[in-house]
């Protein structure tokens, strides 16, 4: 039995708990954000992470083995689900508003930890089916500008003044969704039309992915109040607004900080693991698909969730990424730990 295979399978337990909450209503709406950031942030303060890398064999191995692929895509068609159970729990009129929010934070949670997460990978991987699961996810998010800014503007920009999505020194957390939802929106745009220009292409064509995403979330919009209702609708974008500042709030956790060197030739040194903030903590760790090996992440990009690696010069965050989510939203907190933490790493960093 592969025991590093069926560690990940717990991540349905996330599903499961959203599913719970909005099955049984009443005070278990409340249940997804206890566990997500709750629960799983007081047990991973109580658990050291483990800097344990696989061998070059068992790495292999794993990079092949199809049942990793096979959880990742799961989650596209468990996402439509959810999201269908969603807005048939939310139209229900019988409900008190304060049940509607508990299910809207839910779903969020549906949205920002599975969805934008695992599109996150897949959007990373070479396969036409893949990245088309990745646009569907995102698209239940109303995100999909995503898949363009984070591919081909993030991880080119990333630990810089040019990167909406790198965090600045001192930049609390509400200052920083304002910057980087715009700016990240804006540069998708850009990036797309220099795309197209390079390919002689019209900006206003089919050929435009920014001009399909917003025709494809327009429709999904207009299609869920028809169905359901403007007021499900509303729900709907409610819970997507969370799900996209959750991804954005993990965003402002990965690089808070961190800034590459400009070299003579006004270029940008190399993306290294000290670009990136890590954590190793293992619940984190398996929830968000080794998210929080970040450092590896955009150290070697084409790497499978499964075989990142801890790289021992990579800045190590003093919990899981799900605490350190909840302690950004308290940014006097936030800035009192980091910014210690940041002195510690830069002076035992420092050069001889």
Not at 323 to 340: I, N, R, T
Request: hydrophobic share 45%; with cysteine; proline share 4%.
């Amino acid at each position: 039995m592969n025991l590093r295979f069926f560690k990940y399978v717990s991540v349905y337990v996330t599903v499961a708990v959203i599913f719970f909450s909005m099955w049984m209503g009443g005070i278990w709406v409340f249940l997804a954000p206890i566990y997500a950031f709750g629960m799983i942030p007081l047990v991973e303060l109580l658990f050291k992470g483990s800097p344990e890398n696989l061998s070059q064999a068992e790495e292999d191995l794993a990079k092949k083995d199809w049942k990793y692929d096979l959880i990742v895509w799961s989650v596209m068609p468990i996402q439509f689900i959810t999201l269908f159970y969603f807005l048939q729990r939310v139209s229900d009129p019988s409900l008190k508003n304060w049940e509607i929010m508990g299910m809207v934070i839910a779903f969020g949670i549906s949205c920002g930890v599975l969805g934008i997460n695992v599109a996150h990978e897949l959007g990373h991987r070479s396969t036409r089916y893949e990245k088309l699961f990745s646009k569907m996810l995102l698209m239940t998010s109303l995100y999909m500008h995503f898949y363009i800014e984070h591919n081909r503007g993030h991880h080119k920009n990333v630990s810089t003044n040019e990167d909406p999505a790198s965090a600045r020194l001192g930049e609390n957390i509400y200052a920083f969704y304002f910057r980087s939802v715009i700016n990240s929106w804006i540069s998708a745009w850009h990036i797309e039309g220099e795309r197209l220009k390079n390919q002689h292409r019209k900006f206003l064509s089919v050929h435009n992915e920014m001009l399909v995403f917003q025709f494809i979330q327009l429709i999904m919009l207009i299609a869920i109040a028809l169905i359901w209702s403007w007021t499900v609708m509303f729900y709907f974008v409610a819970a997507a607004i969370l799900g996209f500042l959750l991804l954005e709030t993990v965003n402002y956790i990965e690089h808070y900080g961190l800034r590459r060197k400009k070299m003579e030739d006004d270029r940008y040194e190399r993306v290294m693991p000290i670009h990136s903030w890590n954590s190793d903590h293992p619940v984190g760790r398996i929830m968000l698909f080794e998210l929080t090996r970040h450092s590896d992440h955009h150290y070697m990009t084409s790497r499978k969730f499964q075989i990142l690696r801890h790289l021992d010069e990579s800045p190590q965050m003093p919990t899981g990424y799900p605490g350190m989510m909840v302690l950004s939203l308290f940014p006097p907190l936030w800035f009192k730990v980091m910014h210690q933490v940041i002195e510690k790493y830069n002076h035992a960093h420092k050069p001889e």
